[in-house]
């Protein structure tokens, strides 16, 4: 299980993508990082009203609501906030 997400700044999400950062493409309003719990599985969250907000201080950065609840058609195995890069497991 993975307990921090670095943030990675981006033009285009990358196809192969690393455990435990953040990548955060303000171009296409959309952050995307490798679920916490290492299956390995993408996690999508996009930016904007009514589904995810991101917010930045610094180097950090808090992604709400949290991440598990609204996966696709099956209930989700995980769920965690983040919060100043920090997963905060529920």
Request: hydrophobic residues 30%.
């Given at each position: 299980?993975i307990n ?5 700044y981006?033009?285009?999400?990358p196809?192969?993508k ?5 990548y ?5 309003k ?5 679920c ?9 969250t996009?930016i904007k009203e009514g589904e995810?907000?991101?917010t930045e201080?610094?180097d ?6 949290s991440?598990g609840?609204?996966?696709?058609e099956n ?9 100043d ?5 529920c």
């Amino acid at each position: 299980m993975i307990n921090e997400l670095s943030p990675f700044y981006c033009e285009e999400i990358p196809k192969d993508k690393a455990t435990g950062v953040l990548y955060i493409c303000k171009k296409y309003k959309t952050a995307v990082h490798l679920c916490a719990c290492g299956c390995g599985v993408d996690v999508v969250t996009p930016i904007k009203e009514g589904e995810w907000t991101l917010t930045e201080n610094d180097d950090n950065v808090t992604l709400r609501p949290s991440i598990g609840n609204f996966m696709g058609e099956n209930p989700y195995h995980a769920h965690y906030l983040i919060t100043d890069n920090k997963v905060e497991w529920c």
